[in-house]
């Protein structure tokens, strides 16, 4: 029977009992280095919105004064805010509930939902869930994408029929430091 030593042993049992930890620590456990893989992943500034019609008119929405966030996770959730900055509001006692509804749903739109991928043909499709427009409750919404740098994503709709007779809106967003 070998001789075994005792300070090979007991180096043995401590190395084994660090292995797991190791492992961990070089990215064999899923971490924040999943994200970076995937460029859409972080909160992004709306700079700047222009909607195109069929005839090469080009309208800016809220007044051209637009501000708005896209928020994209590593699991596939997205969600989305604009709104019209500068807007104004009638006095609330003296404004009907109506008025004072259209002052602040016309100049504001949110929705969210999980979100896919497809890079061969540049488009990421928004798969509405919840939205302040009821209509897109339940809907795809793709968006073909550029990505200009690590920090800029131009983002385009479908022409939207209801919209400028099949206008198609441009969206630029510049990613929020601190990701």
Known sequence: MPATNPSICGSMRSLLRVAPVLAFAAGCAPGPAAETDNPFVGA???????????????????????????????????????????????????????????????????????????????VVTHHVEGALLPGWVGSDRPRSFTFDGPGRLILNTEPDPARGGGAVGTLVWERVSGR
């Open 44 to 122: 992004w500034s709306l700079a700047s919105w222009e909607s195109r019609s069929a005839d090469g008119e080009v309208t800016l929405p809220y007044d051209g004064n637009p501000a708005g966030q896209i928020t994209y996770t590593a699991d596939g959730r997205m969600s989305a805010q604009l709104m019209q900055v500068g807007r104004e509001f009638p006095d609330a006692a003296e404004a009907g509930g109506q008025e004072m509804r259209d002052a602040i749903l016309g100049g504001f739109f949110s929705y969210y939902g999980a979100y896919s991928v497809d890079t061969e043909a540049g």
